[in-house]
């Protein structure tokens, strides 16, 4: 064990002494989390440039509500109330004189103008939008824009128009809608947490309101932590063993350390790594939250759990890409072997929002509770509002240590007659058998 530790120490300091793993260390969050800085950075700069809609109203229902909403909406939401700025562009309406003999030609008209850049995109109602009949065609209301599904303007038009088409149906029957200024007024619904006993005082609380924050951000950062600590503590071990090979470095190493202790010394030093880089991650983000008085946020319970199921997964998934990396005899082997190896890590980021979403459900629990993905998904379940069953994370951690144990052993084999074999390019049946017979 004294000398396994010695190849730890070595390991770890050949590790965290680089350039590399200060830059890695900076640059994995920014490339894990770029999007969501972006998005932020990025969500006030928008085009305000005014953007034309061209109605064509072949109800006679429509289009005036239409120009209202836009006039009222233009005086009220596209300035910034402090600072005066425009901040949203205005939509200008033109109402256009429906062409009943030739709808398709009107239609590819406006089309052209959108090309060209003349109109923004443009709407067409259809005759029987008022009181919709079979006629699909003449009952519908179709937005025309070169990116129709992702434009703002879409989204902005289901209000007034279907806000005006109720007050029409209402008219109609003689019952005046300004009688009752609220009859159309819309109640957002928050979500509230479940009520529960306060168990000093046994009085009952009030409910929390249920953070979008708190039930997918916080996860999905769970997930992505764990997904970087087993990319820096696991992940370079097939590179790093492969290359000690290949320079002849571990035919020396081997006179003074048996073929098990120089896998788990490579083991250990790639844990050592992790928990470096997943204290640094998990201080800074304590600090940060706080800093900001987000401290509701930080998920102090989930912590424990984190750094076992970690310590699981370094030590699995690094034993088993150190035993992969001895039975490779170039950097073209370790390229080949490189992906199907790194399937049970990416799999689990492929569904990791189901999961988040439904903790609960029979797909999210066989899944967490399968070795290989338990780091990974049981972290984010364990970390969302919702209250797992007490049994499924111990029962998982009881899972996942027992393959762990069988990973090493079985890697230890792989190991002890790969990192010796030389001129063999791998492959699946040598190294089964190697973990099989030794």
């Known amino acids: 064990m004294r000398k396994a530790l010695w190849v730890a120490q070595r390991e770890y300091k050949t590790s965290v002494r680089t350039k590399g793993f200060i830059i890695g260390l900076v640059l994995f969050p920014i490339f894990m989390g770029g999007s969501a800085v972006v998005v932020a950075v990025s969500k006030d700069r928008v085009d305000t440039t005014d953007k034309k809609v061209a109605v064509i109203d072949r109800s006679g ?5 239409l120009i209202l909403a836009a006039e009222e909406r233009n005086s009220s939401d596209i300035f910034d109330k402090e600072t005066g700025k425009k901040t949203k562009p205005a ?6 004189e429906p062409d009943f003999d030739d709808p398709a030609g009107q239609r590819l008209e406006l089309s052209d103008r959108v090309r060209e850049g003349s109109l923004h995109g443009f709407i067409d109602v259809g005759p029987e939008v008022l009181h919709p009949g079979e006629d699909e065609e003449a009952s519908r209301i179709a937005y025309y824009a070169m990116n129709a599904a992702m434009d703002d303007i879409r989204g902005w038009l289901r209000w007034p128009v279907n806000h005006r088409l109720w007050r029409a149906r209402l008219e109609e029957t ?5 009688r009752v200024p609220d009859l159309f007024s819309w109640l957002s619904i928050r979500g509230l947490e479940l009520v529960s006993v306060d168990e000093k005082t046994g009085e009952v609380e009030d409910a929390k309101y249920s953070s979008e924050a708190e039930a997918i951000l916080v996860p999905l950062a769970m997930g992505m932590l764990m997904f970087m600590m087993i990319m820096m503590g696991g992940m370079p071990q097939l590179q790093s063993v ?3 090979k290949t320079q002849r470095i571990a035919e020396v190493m081997l006179g003074s350390v048996k073929p098990f202790e120089f896998m788990a010394g490579k083991v250990l030093g790639g844990i050592a790594v992790a928990f470096t880089a997943a204290a640094v991650y998990v201080i800074a983000g304590i600090l940060g939250l706080k800093q900001m008085g987000l401290t509701d946020y930080v998920p102090y319970h989930v912590l424990p759990w984190f750094f076992a199921y970690m310590l699981m997964a370094i030590v699995m998934i690094g034993a088993m890409f150190a035993a992969l990396g001895a039975s490779c005899n170039d950097p073209k082997d370790a390229q080949n072997i490189t992906m199907p190896a790194m399937l049970p890590i990416l799999i689990p980021m492929f569904i990791m929002f189901p999961v988040v979403r439904e903790p609960l459900t029979g797909y999210a629990t066989a899944l967490s509770l399968f070795p290989l993905f338990t780091p990974m998904l049981m972290i984010m379940r364990v970390s969302t509002p919702v209250a797992i069953p007490a049994w499924q994370p111990w029962a998982a951690l009881v899972g996942v240590f027992v393959f762990t144990v069988i990973s090493v052993w079985a890697a230890g084999r792989i ?7 030389q001129g063999r390019p791998p492959r699946l049946p040598d190294i089964l058998r190697w973990a099989a017979k030794g």
């Open 91 to 96: 939509y200008v309406i033109e109402v256009v």
């Open 242 to 244: 492969m290359e000690e």
């Open 61 to 65: 229902v429509l289009a005036e509500s």
């Open 415 to 421: 190991f002890r007659v790969g990192i010796l074999m």
């Open 174 to 178: 003689g019952f005046d809608a300004s």
